[in-house]
């Protein structure tokens, strides 16, 4: 058997990642390359036991051909254990190694109890071939590891002798070439089935199919958990960025609203400015003109001087008046704040008597309060002290009924075991009956057994001839093969090749990957943001509504079902003609349904029907007769009254009144309500009915809540199955009019409909954005796989063309014998000749024995049928009675629980005596504060009579200033003559110069405004000559117009700076948005990026494999194929693996669709492919030819063969067509429990025989 044995490409190092801090992706998994013949490569020369499981005692296993080693030995011999071993050392689990702990692993046979630990030393040496049959060890290469086992379930390592951790192990063992963490160099027991039953991707985060199978081993699985890490990352920072862009468009929206106001005001002051300018033209022109006037008058100075003198006279009275005024004002001024400091006085008191006022409105409240927490803690601890009664009496009862039902499961089991003994008896009988039958079918049996075995001996010589024709031209038809499959690829390749350029051209045309920008719009994101909570309160409007209609349908139901007579009564009731009609006395009330049975059994009078008068009775009996309609009972609710003091007079009793409990419509329907039930009680059972109704003092009236009614006579009625119920609802109905449930309803279809439209539009908007989503995500995988594809393509083709050349020269070689090859054809015809008359012959028994078989059957079962359905009948019943008594002990559990449950609850309650301390504590602060309001009130007087006295003697004092004040008008009045006087003189002098001054004043005070963004110059100064061509009128006319149209402005300045504060908080928003946006971008491109590279890793594995698998099946099935696929072309992660299978001459199935053999040599051809992907210098395999048929396991065999060239392969087999082409032997057998092992070498022992003696 040849195998080509090129290297799979040389997997590429992983460059320098820039991830996360947190975020890592381990190391490639170590490549190993194929050993040559004359490289160094590591084996196992042997193994030794020291009491480890079968072993006794110190066992040496070897010493292990350098190629092929095959341990054989009989069934439950230990030759599994020779494996075990191995897995021991390599640190496997001890539940991996079929047991359940370390300790069991210890020998312990009845002659070797003394063992307390066992150990297992496997060692290894590297050596060199150097033909087929000897080598030579690299010196100093040697070496041993162990692992020792004790009883306390304890372990060590060691490396030659010296304790180490298993990482060392591992690490050294990995050095050499044999990696635990992909440890596919062992095939146990099983797991080639375990491969075949694979689904295409696991079902679970942990488990394994055939996709985590595979990238277990190209190594590309170690980028999934920091892909994952990626993804939560990039989702994390796409909300941030969503908030941060949000935040963005809140400001921006801001800002925008802010700008058109913003401009407004800086056109106001761009016009202020222009004023400016104008009036300071204008201001200079005035002072130019009046400078041009300097010329003064000598005469008015002479005039000024003489009313100087006269002003300085009068001057001196002026001021004595002045100085009397400013006196009286000083007294004014004491008498004020006296005033003020008495005013400060009373509104200290007011505000201390506001403050008394809160705290009696607080103490009042807090009084309330207690009051009302009193009564309700009173009425929690009545209730919880009636539930406690209640669950007293619970347990009783169900351990009563679980003893009756004991009772009957007992009888059940007797009548069980006698079906039981009938079935032996009529089995036994059926024996006898079909003895006969019996003996032809042993007869038939024993003839069938002999022609097997002839058949299989035929068979067996026709599978060898057949398998020595099929190796006989297997050479020339893997070379035919070999050079039709490299065309028939390199043809496919090419083909492919062009495909996938084609496809990625017409994607490139169509520009697809702009989808993104489209994809990447906010809108359908803000309209589905926006629908959501709108659809949330449609819907709360659609059930609220729809629960308020069917409220009113309920009650209408009720009504339309209460009788002819009520209906007709109601009816009156509803068109006037009868108006004091209230209604049936049962629907003017409601009671808890715990309560339905009793007061339906102890009160008929419930279907009375209420009226206010005997005047309305008496018209509703006329109707009912008039109309012929029925007869009814009525009650007046105006001779009710005299009931009114006994309803509100509640006895003295441990049970409480029906009465009580029932919830009215109306206040005035009580008393009616006590008109047909007077003081009966209600009670849980009969025995409590029974002890308060014949009490000595008084008989009641009492009804429990089974209907059982025990009347004062003392006669009882009621109970049995059949209760009466019903009279009364849980819950008070409330009419409603057929207009008001049609409005309900229309009001309902109308939240409905606007729910389905917003519901209808948010679905909508979310698929087109999925689907917008999903199209430039499919375009841009479908790009990169069209990109991958056509590269792999044309490698591939490049590889054929290298070697078609070498190909068609084996094809040359490989031509058979004719003469040989016609001889092993006829052979086989006459075996097949042979084994078809064999068959023939089994067949016709095996008929017969099929016959037997059928009559044996059809008796057992005419007898046996009744017997068996009554036993199954009586097994379900016995069933059904364990539950119900396991239900009722579980009851009894509960009520136990919850009677303690209610002791903790009344323990807990706070009792109601605290809270009435604490209101006295309220009542005594209610006092106090009565006296220190009469207190403050008596102060406040007090300090509103001072405020008055001062008040009148303020008014007099003010007065006074008042006449001062006029002497001082009439002096200031004469003063002002004389300075007017002397301004009249002073105005040709004095005015132009004040008026220069003032100018010149104003004119400093002209600034213009600043405004952002434009430059602010000086106002200028302007030569005289310039100012003298000036027309004042059109500067006056300018500065007018200016005024008009800043007057019709009316900006807000406070724009600006609220603008400018805006502007740099959405700059601010703007810079965090980008870093978040940058820092999503950055994780997003890590995120492709490792995607890619574990796509492109695992795509070139998984070519190198499934190459190699579709060489190796076709190899060892003579012309089947086999294919590794994606389920999904398009994304291979996304569902996996298919491995599918076409046997020779058979149609193309899934794996988990073939027959058992076929499944073990598909499985193996996988095996193998991954061997030559991931190779090890050591192979070890437990009974992997288990499932395969003679010639299989013969073609198996010589691949292995072949493959050992390079390789140390050990191999546990029964099947001898595999052991007898093995380089050396390891028989295990057993003896006294203990196993013992013996080497063989088979070529040594046929070159001795073979020898001359």
């Not at 201390?352 to 009302?372: C, T």
């Not at 309700?376 to 009636?386: A, D, F, R, V």
């Not at 002397?982 to 600034?1007: M, P, V």
Request: glycine share 4%; charged share 35%; proline share 3%.
């Amino acid at each position: 058997v040849e195998v080509e044995e090129s290297a799979p490409p040389e997997e590429n190092k992983d460059e320098q990642l820039d991830l996360p801090e947190g975020i890592t992706v381990g190391p490639p998994p170590h490549v190993f390359g194929q050993f040559g013949s004359g490289d160094p490569r590591l084996i196992i020369t042997h193994i030794v036991n020291y009491n480890f499981k079968s072993y006794a005692g110190k066992r040496v296993l070897g010493p292990f051909h350098k190629s092929f080693t095959a341990i054989i030995g009989p069934n439950g011999s230990g030759k599994s254990n020779v494996i075990d071993s191995m897995l021991f050392v390599f640190g496997y689990r001890a539940n991996k190694i079929r047991s359940k702990k370390l300790s069991v692993l210890i020998h312990d046979s009845e002659n070797h109890k003394e063992a307390t630990s066992c150990t297992v030393e496997v060692h290894f040496e590297k050596i060199r071939g150097k033909d087929e049959s000897g080598y030579c060890s690299v010196p100093n290469s040697g070496f041993s590891v162990s692992r020792t086992a004790r009883k306390d379930n304890t372990s060590q390592y060691f490396i030659n002798d010296r304790r180490v951790m298993f990482k060392e192990v591992a690490t050294l063992l990995q050095d050499s070439g044999i990696d635990l963490n992909h440890n596919r160099f062992l095939i146990l027991q099983g797991e080639v089935e375990q491969i075949a039953m694979m689904t295409p991707k696991a079902l679970t985060a942990h488990g394994d199919g055939m996709l985590e199978y595979l990238e277990d081993i190209i190594g590309s699985s170690r980028y999934k958990e920091a892909i994952e890490q990626l993804h939560k990352e990039i989702e994390v920072l796409d909300e941030e960025r969503k908030d941060k862009l949000s935040r963005v468009k809140v400001v921006e929206k801001d800002k925008d609203q802010l700008e058109p106001i913003r401009n407004e005001a800086l056109d106001f002051l761009r016009k202020k400015n222009e004023r400016t300018g104008l009036e300071n033209m204008q201001i200079q022109c005035y002072i130019n003109s009046r400078n041009n006037l300097s010329r003064e008058n000598e005469h008015s100075k002479a005039k000024i001087d003489e009313i100087l003198a006269k002003v300085s006279e009068f001057e001196e009275g002026f001021r004595s008046v002045k100085e009397e005024k400013k006196e009286k004002a000083k007294e004014c001024a004491k008498a004020a704040k006296a005033k003020e400091r008495v005013a400060a006085t009373l509104v200290g008191k007011r505000d201390e008597m506001r403050a008394l006022e809160k705290r009696n409105v607080k103490v009042f409240e807090d009084r309330k309060h207690r009051k009302g927490k009193i009564k309700e803690l009173t009425k929690k601890l009545e209730k919880e002290k009636k539930k406690i009664s209640d669950l007293e009496t619970l347990p009783e009862k169900h351990e009563n009924e679980i003893l009756e039902l004991t009772e009957e499961r007992e009888e059940l089991e007797k009548r069980k075991r006698e079906i039981e003994e009938s079935l032996k008896e009529a089995m036994h009988d059926l024996k006898e009956e079909t003895q006969q039958l019996q003996d032809q079918k042993e007869e038939q049996e024993k003839l069938l057994l002999g022609e097997v075995k002839y058949v299989n001996e035929a068979k067996q010589q026709l599978d060898l001839a057949s398998t020595e024709l099929g190796l006989f031209a297997t050479k020339l038809t893997n070379a035919e093969n070999a050079v039709a499959r490299c065309q028939s690829r390199m043809q496919e390749a090419s083909d492919a090749e062009k495909t996938a350029k084609r496809k990625l051209a017409e994607l490139q045309a169509k520009g697809s990957i702009d989808l993104e920008k489209e994809v990447k719009s906010t809108q359908l994101e803000q309209e589905v943001e926006a629908l959501i909570p709108e659809e949330r309160k449609l819907e709360s409007k659609v059930q609220e509504s729809t629960s308020t209609l069917m409220e009113a349908r309920h009650s209408a139901q009720a009504n339309r079902s209460r009788g002819k007579v009520i209906n007709f009564l109601m009816q009156l009731k509803n068109t006037g003609k009868v108006p004091g009609i209230y209604g049936r006395l049962g629907d003017l009330g409601a009671i808890d349904t715990r309560y339905d049975v009793a007061i339906s059994s102890c009160c008929p009078a419930l279907e009375n029907v209420l009226v206010d008068s005997i005047e309305t009775a008496r018209d509703c009996v006329e109707q009912l007769k008039r109309n012929d309609v029925g007869q009814a009972t009525f009650i007046a609710l105006d001779k009710m009254q005299k009931h009114e003091h006994a309803l509100n007079n509640v006895p003295n009793t441990a049970l409480p009144r029906l009465v009580d409990l029932i919830q009215v419509k109306e206040k005035k329907y009580h008393v009616a309500f006590y008109h047909a039930l007077r003081d009966t009680l209600v009670a849980e059972e009969l025995n409590v009915a029974s002890k308060v109704a014949y009490d000595k003092k008084r008989r009641w009236r009492v009804v429990t809540l089974q209907g059982e009614l025990i009347d004062t006579s003392g006669t009882m009625s009621g109970g049995g199955n059949r209760v009466s119920r019903g009279r009364m609802g849980s819950n008070i109905c409330n009419e409603s009019t057929p207009a008001e449930i049609d409005a309900m309803e229309k009001k309902k279809n109308n939240f409905e409909q606007k729910y389905e439209q917003v519901r209808e539009r948010r679905v909508q908007c979310e698929q087109e954005l999925a689907e917008k989503r999903e199209v430039l995500r499919n375009t841009v995988t479908q790009t990169k796989l069209l990109q991958h594809d056509s590269k792999n393509q044309h490698d591939v083709v490049a590889e054929m063309k290298r070697l078609m050349p070498q190909l068609e020269r084996e094809l040359n070689a490989a031509q058979p014998d004719p003469v040989q090859h016609k001889a092993l054809q006829n052979k086989v015809k006459q075996l097949t000749k042979a084994y078809d008359a064999a068959s023939t012959k089994t067949e016709s028994i095996e008929k017969k024995k099929n016959e037997l078989n059928s009559e044996i059957s059809r008796i057992q079962d005419t007898k046996l049928s009744p017997l068996r359905e009554k036993l199954k009948s009586a097994k379900t019943t016995l069933e059904e009675i364990s539950k119900k008594i396991t239900k009722l002990k579980v009851a009894v559990t509960t009520a136990k629980r919850n009677y303690v449950k209610c002791e903790k609850s009344i323990e807990n309650t706070q009792s109601p005596k605290l809270e009435g301390d604490s209101l006295e504590t309220l009542e005594e602060e209610w006092k106090t504060l009565e006296v220190d309001g009469a207190a403050v009130l008596q102060a406040l007087g007090e300090a509103e009579e001072e405020s008055s006295k001062l008040r009148d003697a303020l008014q007099e004092q003010q007065e006074q200033l008042k006449k001062m004040e006029k002497k001082e008008a009439s002096v200031a009045e004469a003063y002002k003559e004389m300075k007017q006087n002397q301004e009249a003189l002073c105005a040709g002098t004095n005015t132009r110069n004040e008026k220069i001054e003032q100018q010149k004043g104003l004119l400093g005070k002209l600034k213009l405004h600043k405004i952002d963004g434009e430059e602010t110059l000086p106002l200028p100064s302007y030569p005289p000559e310039e100012l003298d061509g000036v027309v004042l009128d059109e500067l006056r006319n300018k500065i007018t117009l200016l005024d008009i149209e800043t007057e019709k402005l009316h900006p807000n300045m406070n724009a600006i700076e609220e603008f400018k504060a805006k502007q740099q908080v959405y700059l601010q928003r703007v810079g965090e948005l980008d870093q978040v946006t940058g820092k999503r971008d950055k994780y997003r491109g890590m995120y492709d990026n490792l995607r890619k590279r574990r796509l492109n890793e695992f795509c070139d594995g998984f070519v190198v494999i499934t190459n190699k698998l579709k060489e190796i099946y076709q190899m060892i099935t003579l012309g089947g194929d086999a294919e590794l696929e994606f389920v999904d072309s398009l994304d291979p992660f996304s569902e996996g693996i298919n491995f599918s299978v076409r046997p020779p001459k058979k149609s193309w199935k899934t794996i988990r669709h073939l027959s058992g053999g076929e499944k073990t040599l598909s499985s193996l051809a996988l095996v193998f492919a991954l061997h030559y992907y991931r190779p090890t210098p050591l192979y070890v395999m437990d009974e992997i030819d288990a499932a395969l048929d003679f010639k299989n396991v013969t073609i198996i065999a010589h691949y292995i063969k072949q493959r050992t060239r390079n390789a140390q392969f050990i191999i546990i087999s029964l099947r001898n067509n595999m052991f007898e082409i093995a380089d050396r032997l390891v028989g295990i057998y057993k003896t006294d429990n203990c196993t013992k092992s013996a080497t063989i070498e088979p070529g040594l022992i046929a070159a001795t025989a073979s020898s001359p003696a």
